[in-house]
């Protein structure tokens, strides 16, 4: 390769030159594209979301996940957002009685659907038995992920009631037994940063094993 000194121009020349010129291939281009930096108005639509027993009459911009509806516009900040790719179970909601990350779908998706998000579980001065169960345990730490393991906790043992099997489940013509490794496998998209898993499988297992 010939050295550019031989064309009249320094390296340091040659390297700008080259670094500008991968700038501007990568710069996409559209034919009669609007170059005056203008964005796209979002598309608003009208949706009646019911969460906690209350309706909540919204205009949301069709790309709201459930999520930043729940905590942006009703400032139900019990959900968290963790991950915000469905990959930590910290926003999980339970929505006509199964549960969700409630990152992964639009607020526009569920006009007409019954949401309980932990806030509407129990609070402080009448807890849920779930709640009530994970303070016992220390069934958690830091605590950020404690309201997406509760929610998701409540649905897994209306889903053993039910008799909805898991990957763990061994015989699928018996009722769902309830050993520590079906909650495990059922509880295994709720992450505990903190490593609490231990307390809270025990939480699970002494409201499960509560009176009816």
């Given amino acids: 390769m010939q050295d550019p000194s031989q064309f009249g121009i320094t390296r ?8 500008a010129s991968t700038a501007v291939t990568a710069m996409p281009f559209h034919a009669g594209a609007d170059t005056s930096g203008a964005l796209e108005e979002p598309v608003m639509q009208k949706v009646t979301l019911t969460v906690n027993g209350a309706q909540h009459a919204l205009e949301l911009d069709t790309r709201t996940s459930l999520l930043d509806a729940l905590r942006e516009h009703l400032q139900l900040t ?10 930590c179970g910290a926003c999980t909601v339970i929505i006509d009685g199964r ?3 409630s990152c992964l779908t639009l607020a526009v998706m ?9 806030e509407g579980l129990g609070n402080p001065d009448d807890m849920h038995p779930m709640q009530a169960a994970f303070v016992k345990h220390d069934g ?6 404690t309201p997406g393991q509760i929610c998701s906790a409540v649905a897994v043992l209306d889903e053993i009631k039910a008799g909805i099997p898991s990957h763990e489940t061994a015989d699928l013509t018996a009722p769902v037994q309830l050993t520590e490794a079906e909650l495990r496998e059922r509880m295994s998209g709720n992450i ?13 297992v002494e409201v499960a094993r509560r009176p009816a």
């Fill in 12 to 19: 340091r020349d040659a390297m700008i030159v080259a670094a």
């Fill in 78 to 87: 019990g959900t968290k957002k963790g991950c915000d790719h469905g990959q």
């Fill in 99 to 101: 549960r969700i990350n």
């Fill in 110 to 118: 569920h006009e007409g659907d019954s949401i309980t998000t932990v």
């Fill in 140 to 145: 958690y730490q830091c605590g950020y992920c």
């Fill in 192 to 204: 505990c940063r903190c490593g609490a898993y231990s307390n809270i499988v025990e939480a699970i």
